[in-house]
Nanobody, 115 residues
């Protein structure tokens, strides 16, 4: 079994920064795909960044150049550095792990960008 726990959300002013973390525990496969998603009220959950176990990274156009995803394999932690935050970045942010055809989700962490 795999568990994912996000942290680092909060309230930040427009133009500010936050760093989210996703700590994984359990049986983590060597071949996997991890990603960050977000879901704003009344909207679908959207992929914003993903990273493969080989290190390939993709970003949604809406966050490209502002957000950076990385993984510390030793700590089994995926992070999302979010800079130049905008009000439209307000959402619940989730991490997801896909391995061996099974997906796991964290509980989500709220990010609110407001003055």
């Amino acid at each position: 079994q795999v568990q994912l726990v996000e942290s680092g959300g909060g309230l930040v002013q427009p133009g500010g920064s936050l760093r989210l973390s996703c700590k994984a525990s359990g049986n983590i496969a060597s071949i996997r795909l991890m990603g960050w998603y977000r879901q704003a009220p009344g909207k679908e959950r959207d992929l914003i960044a993903q990273i493969t176990s080989g290190g390939s990274i993709d970003y949604a156009d809406s966050v490209k150049g502002r957000f950076t995803v990385d993984i510390d394999n030793a700590k089994k932690t995926m992070s999302l550095q979010m800079n130049s935050l905008k009000p439209e970045d307000t959402a619940v942010y989730y991490c997801r792990l896909l391995q061996l055809g099974i997906q796991f989700w964290g509980q989500g962490t709220q990010v609110t960008v407001s003055s």
